[in-house]
């Protein structure tokens, strides 16, 4: 026989009722307020948002290549580290991967634009 779905949202209300009940009754025993605890220190946090900050920008850049018809997307690799974005790669001249570099900079967080890397075929 099936339970309506109510059924299970008052179980499942009454366990996670209880539950914080236990937990709060817990910490009241040992008269200590409960204190958040550093998983990592300001300096790994910075590093981790530069992280997501840089691995944002790769795909914004990438993705907005792919999606230009003007651009040999899938021929030029992209690399971000601190804001600065490395292009390499081949593309089929010199107004396509001056493109590549405009594009590149008109991302948002890119502090600069390394294209180096970025040859051309003529």
């Not at 605890?37 to 590093?47: N, R, S, V």
């Not at 530069?50 to 651009?71: G, H, M, N, P, R």
Request: proline share 2%; no cysteine; hydrophobic share 45%.
């Amino acid at each position: 026989m099936k339970k309506p779905i109510s059924h299970f949202v008052v179980a499942a209300t009454t366990a996670t009722v209880l539950g914080l009940a236990l937990a709060g009754s817990a910490f009241a025993e040992t008269g200590q307020a409960v204190q958040p605890i550093m998983l990592a220190t300001e300096d790994t946090m910075d590093k981790a948002g530069e992280v997501v900050s840089d691995t944002w920008i790769t795909s914004k850049v990438k993705s907005t290549f792919l999606a230009d018809d003007s651009l040999s997307g899938m021929d030029i690799k992209v690399e971000t580290n601190k804001g600065v974005v490395s292009l390499s790669g081949v593309v089929d001249s010199e107004t396509e991967r001056d493109l590549a570099i405009s594009k590149a900079k008109e991302i948002e967080g890119v502090t600069a634009v390394s294209a180096d890397g970025l040859k051309t075929t003529d």
